[in-house]
Structure formats: C-alpha cells, structure tokens
C-alpha cells in the first residue's frame, strides 16, 4: 500500500502544534502536571474543536479517521500533554453507539473501557449474574475522568460492554511516573449494570491502542533528538561544543535514524488500519512493539547526552524520557505484541501450506 500525508493533514498537524505551542507551552504543561490537573488540556481540546477530529461528520465530529488522530497523538507526545482523557475516548469510540458517540464528542459524556492499560488490549470479563456485578480492573486509563465504564461482562449469548456509572464505583488514582497520563483502579462492589452491547473480542481496539501510543512515542523522539541535538550546540568541553565530538554525532546520527523509522512505521501502519488492509493488525503490532521500543532506548541516547542536567527536574527532558518508558509499557510490551506478529506470521505460511 503507498501513502502519504495530504495538504489537509499536513496543515492539521502543523495548526495543532501551533495551537499547542500557544497554549500549552512547557512552563503551562509542567504546573498540569505539578498540580494534577487533566481537565483544562481536555477542555481546551473541546472548547476549540480539536476533539472531535478523527470521527465522522454525522455523529458530531471533524471528520477524518485514525490517521488524523496518530497525527494528534504525535503532537501530544511532543508536547508531554496530559492527554489520558482523549486517548481513552479514542479507544473507546468503536465500542459506542452513535448517540453515544455523538454525547462522547460533544463533551456531553465521556466514556473508558475497563481494561488494564498495562497489558495488550483482550476481553476479561467481570463476575456478574446478569443484573449485578463485582470485581476489580487495576491500571484503567483515564478513570478519573470518565462518567461511564464500559465494563468487559459474560452473558447468555456471550461476551458482552455494560455501561456503569463511574459515580456507582470507587476509583483509586495510580502514582504514576509519567504525570502526563493518569491510570487508576477501578471497584466494582455489587454495581447494577446497564445496557450491554455484544462484543467478540477487542481487535479493532487493540490496532487503535497500538497505532496512537506508537505515534506518541514518535512525538516524544522528535523532541528528544531536538532537546538533544540543541544541548550539544550548547554545551562546552575542552573549549569545544560536545556535539563535534564523534561519539555525541554518532549518538544523535542513530536518534535521527530512530525518529525516522518511527515516522514511517507509526503512520503507515495508521494508514492501514484506516484503510481496511488485509495486515492491518499485523502492521498495527509492528508499529507497537518497534516504535515503542526503540523511542524508549533513544531516550536513554538523549539524557546520555544532556549528562548529569538531563536526570534534574528543571530540564525538560525528563517529561519526554519518562513519557517513551511509559509508552513501551501501555496497552502491552514489544514482546506482548512480537507474539502477536510471530502468530500472525506462522498462521499465514500455514495456510500457505
């Protein structure tokens, strides 16, 4: 399959980094986080018409699709924004009805899926006798913020999403520490469960789990190769600049090559899944485990490279840094989606044979 970005995408990334630059610069970005607020990022993104680009037109939103949002989630990950509450919306968006959807874009509701966020996405259901349920989802991405969970549950006719209440659970917030995303644990103590919507499996969910978190990686590597490359022009030893030093040009050389096979690899996989390729999935896990793997060892690159003021709180670098650990971790480790791309792999040259 060829692509390549559009006018309209490439100025919707463009606009988006300019809005983010303008409204959320770093010193703005560092008191969200120093004070925990994830709420005024997510308005901002309401308020101004952001949200709902990547959904259709007749349900309230921009219009675009999964390409438009991993050109967003790169963004955000450029700008280490607490951003927990878009990404768990966009996760959620295939499992919704459309009033629903059109509630969740206009700012009206906004819904999570019970799943742990530290492992790929699959169906677990909760205990339940149909009208009740009991139990415990640990690691829930954007929790706190939800007013409805959709609830993994086993009925009659077979795995099913009950709509519950956040307001009938008790959340208890994660210390995370990557600020910028916030996770919880969620009880679920003898709650009634609402509408139930049949469900198979978590497939479409897990190529967009995989597709966003690898283009926010992608974002994060670009600024970390930029914060790096700026440093070493500015840094002196000896009386020269640290980047004229071959190991530090061969430390950057190896972040570009990073940065861009992580360009390629997160959107074109967001272009296949967007276009119904026969390999999306595949595609999908290979942008997951290559992209965020090799953006979290960049990072260990670039504080290599700042040195001791790249581990210190008042440099910018550590947002970034512990953004790329967390997303090698989220919705699964490259090893958790390598198995996948190994049994994707083998039950094609089967049936080959």
């Known amino acids: 399959m060829q692509w390549e ?25 560092r008191n969200l986080l120093d004070s925990g607020d994830t709420g005024t990022f997510t308005g901002a993104l309401i308020g101004d018409g952001w949200w709902g680009v990547g959904y259709p037109e007749d349900a309230g939103g921009e219009g675009g699709g999964l390409l438009e949002l991993a050109l967003a989630a790169r963004e955000f990950g450029r700008a280490a924004v607490p951003d927990a509450g878009w990404l768990a919306a966009a996760l959620a968006a295939p499992l919704l009805s459309g009033p629903e959807l059109s509630a969740q874009l206009s700012g009206e509701r906004r819904f999570a899926v019970a799943i742990p966020a530290d492992r790929a996405p699959a169906l677990a259901p909760l205990a339940g006798d149909g009208e009740r349920l009991t139990g415990t989802v640990r690691h829930v991405l954007g929790a706190s913020d939800a007013d409805v969970f959709l609830v993994p549950v086993a009925g009659a006719d077979g795995a099913g999403m009950a709509r519950v209440p956040a307001a009938a659970t008790v959340v ?12 919880g644990t969620v009880d679920f103590v003898d709650v009634p469960v609402g509408e139930v919507s049949a469900v198979d499996d978590l497939s479409r969910m897990g190529e967009i789990a995989a597709v966003l978190v690898a283009a926010d990686a992608l974002g994060s590597a670009e600024r970390m190769l930029r914060l790096a490359v700026d440093y070493s022009m500015q840094r002196k030893q000896f009386g020269r600049y640290i980047g004229a030093f071959q190991a530090v040009k061969h430390a950057a050389a190896q972040m570009l090559v990073t940065v861009e096979a992580a360009y390629s690899t997160a959107l074109y996989a967001a272009a296949a899944v967007d276009a119904g390729s026969g390999d999306a ?36 670098l550590h947002l970034f840094y512990k953004r790329a650990k967390l997303d090698r971790t989220l919705f699964g480790t490259p090893g958790a989606w390598n198995e996948r791309i190994a049994t994707a792999l083998l039950a094609d040259t089967g049936a080959a044979d």
């Open 172 to 183: 208890t917030a994660d210390n995370l520490l990557d600020r910028s995303r916030t996770t």
């Open 5 to 29: 970005l559009s006018d309209e995408q490439e100025l919707f990334a463009s606009s988006l980094r300019e809005w983010i630059e303008s409204k959320f610069p770093a010193d703005t970005v």
């Open 281 to 316: 999935a595949t595609v999908a896990a290979v942008a997951k485990a290559q992209v965020t793997g090799s953006v979290a060892d960049l990072a260990d690159s670039a504080l290599t490279v700042h040195g001791a003021i790249g581990y210190t709180w008042e440099h910018d």
